[in-house]
């Protein structure tokens, strides 16, 4: 069974740090293109940054540019992003999903994306 797992949310204050993490079982990730999106109450889902399959190729959207970084460690079967200088409109559930369409590079995109995880709450409040 192909599946995503998401962990690393939280509550954090204004100007912190989080990790989230996105860990592939049934399936290894070093075949897919890893997006990450978030999806904020009452507004729709939107794309928030993604990582080609060598790892070589990123990009951000302009919310999170600068302040956001993903990664991957295809021995661990995982993807990262790090998050830093959070302000309260990040606050969102924050998916990873996977996608087998993107070679060379990597676009955040959600139909391009199969293999989508449950998400992981991230709160950003003092």
């Known amino acids: 069974q192909l599946q995503l797992v998401e962990s690393g949310g939280g509550l954090v204050q204004p100007g912190g740090s989080l990790r989230l993490s996105c860990a592939a079982s049934?399936?290894?990730?070093?075949?897919?293109?890893i997006g990450w999106f978030r999806q904020a109450p009452g507004k729709e889902r939107e794309g928030v940054s993604c990582?080609?399959?060598?790892?070589?190729?990123?990009n951000y959207a302009d919310a999170v540019k600068g302040r956001f970084t993903i990664s991957r460690d295809n021995a661990k079967n995982t993807v990262y992003l790090q998050m830093g200088s959070l302000k309260p409109e990040d606050t969102a559930v924050y998916f990873c999903?996977?996608?087998?369409?993107?070679?060379?590079?990597?676009?955040?995109?959600?139909?391009?994306?199969?293999?989508w995880g449950q998400g992981t709450q991230v709160t950003v409040s003092s």
């Open positions: 999903a996977a996608s087998p369409y993107q070679r060379g590079s990597c676009h955040y995109i959600a139909s391009l994306y199969d293999y």
């Open positions: 990582i080609s399959l060598s790892g070589g190729r990123t």
């Open positions: 049934g399936f290894t990730l070093e075949s897919y293109a």
